[in-house]
């Protein structure tokens, strides 16, 4: 899902599918807005985790039908 075409992650699509989820523009994770303060590396880190992990459940869910 967010593998760019080696299968390694790409940063600029997690940057983009967590900006998506969050409501947020790309810029505003990166520098903060007036309402929300830039996202950290860790907070990066993890958004790619739980959606490395849902990719996992939808593709072992697909396999159960």
């Known amino acids: 899902l967010l593998l760019d075409r080696h299968g390694n992650p790409s940063v600029r ?14 810029g505003e ?7 929300h303060r830039a996202i950290s590396a860790y907070e990066v880190a993890e958004w790619g985790y739980l959606y490395k992990l849902e990719a996992e ?3 072992r869910a ?3 039908k």
Do not use: C, N, Y
């Open 57 to 59: 459940e939808q593709k």
């Open 62 to 64: 697909s396999r159960h």
């Open 29 to 35: 994770l990166l520098h903060g807005s007036p309402a």
């Open 13 to 26: 699509r997690l940057l983009f599918a967590i900006a998506r989820d969050t409501g947020r523009t790309v």
